[in-house]
């Protein structure tokens, strides 16, 4: 796939013609188009306590940043590892399904809100491990949505993890979560309202149902200086509307996990606030 022809996020921010092509990956073909970490198996499944450590980008770099979290945490992946062959570091994982980094004792699984006390204990070994091996940065997620009104937040939950990580001194890439798709309280899969007949703008989603105006991460950055904010809802999301389809390409491979394929196209953006927070290039 050209990325002249399919341009993705690049159509939202660089504002690129886009041809008349058919969208790519395809209903049929976005089941298939998963995280490289996931067809490796380097992300604990619900029941797996391990911390399973992968590494991607340049893996003889010096410089280190550690994917941390959930599978939110771990779409970015993709991104990462094309940008750490770039720019000469090596991305290592700390990934749990269903678990971002969060002080919650009995945390629940997004959706079904069933207790999973596995990926309480589960950060409470990450977070150790992160510690004693020190990365240059982690990256993680920094938001979640509301549950009971529209648009996101940072937990509460999650401030302790950015305590921990300024009392060793570790800064953090701070990632705005991507939007979690639902209409009328149900998961929304954007794929298979394009089956049914739907087009980008109706298998999409109001912005404001998903986003808040304002990053709330933001509101923290004085407080814990190393929480460098990334937020790329502008490469994801136009003004009023997250479409099914940007830039020729399937934006969402379920109801809320970034497709591989738009990822890619997210790269040359994600890069550039990295490089700002870092001074890396």
Request: net charge neutral; aromatic share 8%; proline share 8%.
């Amino acid at each position: 796939m050209s990325s002249r022809d399919y341009p993705g996020a690049r159509a939202l921010i660089d504002h690129v013609r886009v041809p008349k092509l058919r969208m790519r990956p395809t209903v049929l073909e976005v089941r298939h188009d998963l995280p490289t970490s996931t067809k490796d198996g380097c992300i604990s499944d619900f029941v797996n306590p391990a911390i399973i450590n992968c590494t991607y980008g340049d893996v003889d770099a010096p410089r280190t940043i550690a994917l941390a979290g959930g599978s939110h945490a771990e779409h970015w992946l993709t991104a990462l590892d094309l940008l750490g062959r770039m720019h000469h570091f090596k991305v290592v994982t700390y990934l749990k399904m269903g678990c971002p980094l969060s002080t919650e004792e009995v945390p629940l699984i997004m959706g079904n809100n069933a207790p999973y006390p596995q990926c309480h204990q589960w950060v409470q070994a990450a977070m150790a491990k992160l510690v004693a091996d020190h990365p240059d940065y982690v990256f993680t997620t920094s938001t979640r949505p509301w549950n009971i009104k529209p648009g996101d937040v940072m937990p509460a939950t999650y401030v302790g993890i950015w305590q921990t990580f300024a009392d060793n001194n570790i800064p953090v890439l701070a990632m705005r979560d991507t939007p979690w798709l639902v209409k009328d309280g149900q998961p929304f899969i954007p794929a298979d309202c394009l089956a049914k007949g739907g087009n980008p703008q109706s298998c999409g989603i109001a912005r404001s149902k998903v986003l808040v105006d304002r990053n709330p991460t933001l509101d923290f950055v004085a407080r814990f200086p190393l929480l460098k904010p990334l937020d790329m809802s502008d490469a994801i999301c136009r003004t009023d509307t997250c479409r099914a389809v940007e830039g020729n390409v399937l934006v969402y491979r379920d109801s809320h996990h970034l497709t591989p394929t738009y990822m890619r196209t997210m790269t040359s953006e994600l890069g550039r606030q990295i490089a700002a927070n870092t001074d890396w290039w």
